[in-house]
């Protein structure tokens, strides 16, 4: 049975001919197989990320403020007060880690950089902000840094996966009929 090609795939157009006609040229059987390394290095760079986006929720932000304790309306205001867990920026932080989390079950990686692109969205507005509020940066403290390396390892750990790489099987060679 003839194995179907894909539309995609180029084929070599052949003028009809008169006497004896060769046999098909070479074939090549091949089997597509995940990579693995890619795979493992997205493993490793989004859990690492998606741990400083977690770590850093529960250490100071900024001003000695921790990261669970800084609404999230502190991205476009200069108001840090008044926040409970599940509105504070550090839940937001979670949250995005724990979409890279699912991001891995994915083949693409899509998800995952997606997740760390919108983890360093908000980092920089968080740091605008506190450059709003003081002047310098001077009050950021290590979990705003813990986010922003974490979403950075997210978004890199988003581009390595299981993509396919092409393994020879077999090859055919051309043989004359008479």
Do not use: K
């Amino acid at each position: 049975m003839a194995q179907q090609q894909p539309a995609y795939e180029p084929r070599e157009h052949t003028a009809p001919t008169t006497g004896p006609v060769a046999a098909p040229a070479a074939t090549t059987a091949t089997r597509t197989r995940p990579s693995y390394g890619g795979l493992a290095a997205r493993i490793v760079l989004t859990l690492l990320g998606v741990a400083g986006l977690i770590i850093g929720a529960f250490l100071n932000a900024a001003d000695a403020i921790a990261g669970t304790d800084v609404p999230f309306r502190a991205l476009w205001t200069t108001d840090m007060s008044g926040s409970t867990f599940i509105s504070s920026l550090g839940f937001a932080m979670i949250v995005v880690g724990l979409v890279a989390v699912v991001g891995i079950a994915l083949r693409t990686g899509v998800l995952t950089s997606l997740a760390g692109a919108v983890g360093i969205a908000g980092v920089i507005l968080f740091l605008v902000t506190v450059n709003r509020a003081d002047g310098t940066l001077n009050g950021v403290d290590a979990g705003t840094w813990f986010w922003g390396i974490g979403a950075l390892l997210c978004l890199i750990g988003g581009f390595f996966g299981a993509r396919q790489e092409v393994v020879e099987t077999s090859s055919a060679t051309p043989t004359a009929v008479p």
